[in-house]
């Protein structure tokens, strides 16, 4: 089992990235709409995760998420969910849903939609697909494709119990706001590792959900 050989709770906060949040009336389904129909022309990713040792000679394996925004009377959540501890990769850690390329699948939407459906039982007819991510290359060796989606309710979702541990919602305000974005580091046999953690109420959003939320931050701020 994968696991990281440090707490990443544990670690001193290095900085806050500080910058100013999204405005408010770019967080909502219009605005986000018209954002993936039209993206800006030049924005600049998060760097990509360096692979860890062992991994690093093998070909990426292609994954996909749904980050889905769900549609609340108080405005836009990120529907996120937790893994269970028993899991190979990222195991206990906070996850969109989602998971690797099958080849039967036609594309990284359908990757996303079909993990979606077997980790939380989401139907994909209630997925209105706005768009992707760049690719995020993970540590632990996936190159994952996010992709974007509005949920309007009702809907239900039910976790499976081998993958998924708890299913839980954060405004999308509060992850779109570089004050809550916090900088950490770590010294690993393979060198230094730098990453971002989003804590939110007992729940530790970190490594690579984080970047991939600090990509979407950036795309949205861009203009």
Known sequence: MVKPSFDPQQLPIDAIAGEAAVPAQRLTPAWLRSRFAAPPAAWTPEDRERVMPGRAERAPTPAAVLIPLVQRPTGLTLLLTQRTAHLTDHAGQISFPG??????????????????????????????VLGALPEYLTGTGYCVTPVVGLLQPPFEVTADPDEVAAIFEVPLAFLMDGANHQRLSVELPGGRRS????????????GATAGMLRNLFHFLRAE
Request: hydrophobic content about 35%; glycine content about 8%; charged content about 40%.
């Open 99 to 128: 998971g690797r390329a099958e080849d039967y699948d036609r594309d990284a939407i359908d990757t996303a939609l079909r993990e979606s459906e077997e980790e939380i039982g989401l139907a994909r007819r209630h997925v209105e």
């Open 195 to 206: 990453f971002y953690a989003m804590p939110y109420e007992g729940y530790y959003i970190w």
